[in-house]
């Protein structure tokens, strides 16, 4: 069983940032590809930035230039930095992993005024 758990969510201005934390209860970052999604209110959840064990990085393309995913294997924390932050940024964020079935946090919520 894995546990992840989300922080570092808040309320900033528009072209604020953030950065979100995902903590997992073991290491298992450094082998396995690890995603970032968010859900809007009323909107589905979409992939946000996805970082696989071997270094590659994956980007919605609304977030590019914007965000990115990096690890700290050593911390098993994973990380999420957003700048130029805009309202449409706003929803709640979840950390991702799949190892035979998904985990998910929480999540933590950004709101992003304008």
């Known amino acids: 069983q894995v546990q992840l758990m989300e922080s570092g969510g808040g309320l900033v201005q528009a072209g604020g940032s953030l950065r979100l934390s995902c903590a997992a209860s073991?290491?298992?970052?450094?082998?396995?590809?690890v995603a970032w999604y968010r859900q809007a209110p009323g909107k589905q959840r979409e992939l946000v930035a996805r970082s696989s064990g071997g270094g590659t990085t994956n980007y919605a393309d609304s977030v590019k230039g914007r965000f990115t995913i990096s690890r700290d294997n050593a911390k098993n924390t994973v990380y999420l930095q957003m700048n130029s932050l805009k309202p449409e940024d706003t929803g709640v964020y979840y950390c991702?992993?799949?190892?035979?079935?998904?985990?998910w946090g929480k999540g933590t919520l950004v709101t992003v005024s304008s």
């Open positions: 991702n992993v799949v190892i035979d079935i998904a985990y």
């Open positions: 073991a290491s298992i970052f450094n082998i396995i590809p």
